[in-house]
């Protein structure tokens, strides 16, 4: 069983910026296949970003591709998601998600290769 705790979110004005953390337990943390989604109102759950285990390629959703960046350290059993020039459409609760998995390009945009989900983190972008 893995558990995953998010922090991070927040309140901030259109064009800045936020780091959201999502420390993992439970599992060795290199092996593992991490990645970001995100449920604004009203809407499904969407891919965000992700980054495989091992080497660590980055997938990105076109929507955030060039404005935010997924990271992990290893060590620290953590991953990251900076997110830059926020749009008020990047409201959302954003959730950190992990899988054993090792996530082909298609695999890592679904939500159902992911075994393992933290319980969210609020970011309220206002314009």
């Known amino acids: 069983q893995v558990q995953m705790v998010e922090s991070g979110g927040g309140l901030v004005q259109a064009g800045g910026s936020l780091r959201l953390s999502c420390a993992a337990s439970?599992?060795?943390?290199?092996?593992?296949?991490m990645g970001w989604f995100r449920q604004a109102p009203g809407k499904e759950r969407e891919f965000v970003a992700a980054?495989?285990?091992?080497?660590?390629?980055?997938y990105y959703a076109d929507s955030v591709k060039g404005r935010f960046t997924i990271s992990r350290d290893n060590a620290k059993n953590t991953v990251y998601l900076q997110m830059n020039s926020l749009k008020p459409e990047d409201t959302a609760v954003y959730y950190c998600?992990?899988?054993?998995?090792?996530?082909?390009?298609?695999?890592?945009?679904?939500?159902?290769?992911?075994?393992?989900w933290g319980q969210g983190t609020q970011v309220t972008v206002a314009s």
């Open positions: 980054m495989r285990r091992g080497a660590g390629s980055a």
């Open positions: 439970g599992r060795t943390f290199s092996s593992l296949s």
């Open positions: 998600a992990a899988t054993t998995n090792f996530l082909t390009t298609a695999q890592a945009m679904g939500i159902a290769w992911y075994d393992y």
